[in-house]
Each structure stands twice: as C-alpha cells, then as structure tokens.
C-alpha cells in the first residue's frame, strides 16, 4: 500500500501500527523515528522497522506515510522540524486524541506539496514502549478521520484504506465535533479516574493499603485508567480545554443532583438514574465496544 512509511515516536500505538504493517504487507519499508535511542534499539531488537533513528527529520526522507505517535503537545514543534524533509505527495496523520489543536499547532508548518490527514485511532491501554505494541490492538476499533476542508479525497480514501487493513472502522467527521465526543467518552474518564485514585493514595496508611487489599472491580478498573501515560494526558486536557470544562460541568451538576438524592433519601431518583445508565451499558456491549460483557463484580 505504500513503499516507505514512517512512524514517529513508537509508544503502544507506534508499536501496534507496525506491527499492522508487518502483519498485512502494508509497507515495503518501515522507518522508526524516536528521539529515545534505547527505544530505536529496542524496535530493532524487535524487528519492528527496518531502519531506526532519533533524527526525525532524516526519519521521514523518502517516506510517502508519516504518522506522528507522541504526545499531541509535541506535534506542532514536530511539524516544524520536518516540513523541509518531507517527500512531495506524502501523507502525514497522526494519532491524537485531540483533532483541533492537532490541526493547529502542525498545519502552518507544513508545506503545500504534501496531504494533511489528522486521524484518532480509538485503541489504546495502560502500557507503553515499542514492547507494549501488538497488531490486535485496532481490530474492530473506530479509527476517526478529520481531513481538512482542502484535502483531496485520494489521500483521505488511502487513509481509510490503511486503517482499515490495520483492522479499524472509520468513521470521518469535523475536528471541533471530535473533541466534543472525546471529551466526554474518553478524557473526561480518564479526569475523573486520575482524581479517584488520586484520592486514593492521599488516606492514611492504614485506610490505603486496605483499599488496595480490597479493591473490587470498579476501582480496579479506576487504577487501569489512571496508569495511562502522565505526559500523553497531560496534553490531551491543556489541548482541549473547552471541551472537557464543558463535560466537567455537566457531570459536575449531575454528580450534585446525585448528592441531592443521597442526601434526602430519594431512591427513586437513584435507581431511574441507575437505570438509563445501565441501558447505556447494554448499547455499548450490543455495538462490539466493550471488551467484555460481565457484570461488575461491587
């Protein structure tokens, strides 16, 4: 599908997409960009790219695919150092979790000649490193494209065709409506399990190890979140601000209404808002999104 790919910064999703191209010939070549020499090593070590380097402009030379894996907060300084380096036709996507700021930070940097795909594969789990990658990590996952007003369809249909090779459905939709949904399907979880754990850690000694003795499924799944990379979510929340302060303010008032009802003993209020989240539960397992389909266990 495309003679030289390159991808830059091989976390678990960096990892993952090369595995996808080893396993379904996507690639003549892969290239690993990554300023960490210990992780060039180690995708070597692996067999997970053909050449390894930690100039990444020297990385995307001749690559007609750049996909940019590292934290969104970097894309921007990372567009800059390669537009001069960029072969004429390439595409460049990315990963991102946050399509808007993405599109900000890289676009003005990169030259005319060369096709601008933003993308957001939604896979993902707690570890990282080029050992963390397998190429089963986007199978029948969404893969959402948010390809700029001007970009020819050509790249987006190559795109979608690489995505879906790598096991993904694609879905194509509007930056600003992307970080909307995210912001409350993803970044909003995760904010709100790094603010339970965190919680967590700050009891006294004696409560905190029984909580890690005891921990039942709801908070263990809480510290699965929380586990994800600092850096990587860091980002994510600076670069789409509006959207989860709006997500945090809904939830915010849903979450006093809920300490209303505690508060005055209303349980009808708790169980119809139970119930209409116990439904969500059920659509989500019905559409293939859940990763199992057992009741929790608290």
């Not at 894996?69 to 960029?86: F, N, Q, S």
């Amino acid at each position: 599908m495309f003679k030289q790919v390159t991808i830059v910064g091989f976390g678990l999703l960096g990892s993952s997409i090369a595995h996808a191209i080893k396993n379904n010939s996507l690639a003549q070549k892969v290239i690993c960009a990554d300023t960490n020499q210990l992780h060039c090593d180690k995708v070597l070590e692996l067999g997970l790219a053909h050449e390894a380097t930690t100039s990444v402009a020297a990385g995307v030379q001749g690559s007609d695919l750049v996909i940019l894996c590292t934290p969104v907060g970097a894309m921007g300084d990372i567009a800059k150092e390669i537009a001069d380096h960029l072969e004429e036709g390439a595409i460049v996507s990315d990963v991102g979790s946050v399509k808007k700021a993405v599109i900000r930070d890289m676009q003005p940097h990169l030259p005319s000649n060369i096709h601008f795909v933003p993308a957001h594969p939604i896979a993902g789990a707690e570890t990282s490193g080029p050992d963390s990658g397998f190429a089963d990590l986007f199978k029948d996952r969404w893969c959402i494209l948010t390809p700029l007003e001007h970009t020819e369809l050509r790249p987006i249909e190559k795109l979608t065709k690489f995505w879906e090779a790598c096991g993904c459905n694609i879905e194509i939709m509007g930056a600003e409506h992307h970080d909307l949904v995210l912001g409350i399907t993803s970044h909003l979880p995760h904010l709100i399990a790094y603010t339970i754990v965190g919680t967590a850690t700050d009891l006294e000694d004696d409560i905190k190890s029984e909580v890690v003795k005891f921990s039942a499924s709801g908070f263990r799944d809480f510290t699965r979140i929380a586990a994800s990379d600092p850096v990587m979510w860091r980002d994510v929340f600076l670069n789409n601000k509006e959207s989860v302060l709006e997500m945090l303010q809904r939830f915010t008032e849903d979450l006093t209404a809920l300490q209303r009802a505690i508060r005055k003993q209303d349980g009808d209020y708790l169980y119809q808002s139970f119930e209409k989240t116990r439904n969500i539960r059920k659509e989500i397992v019905e559409a293939g999104q859940a990763e199992y389909a057992t009741p929790a266990e608290d």
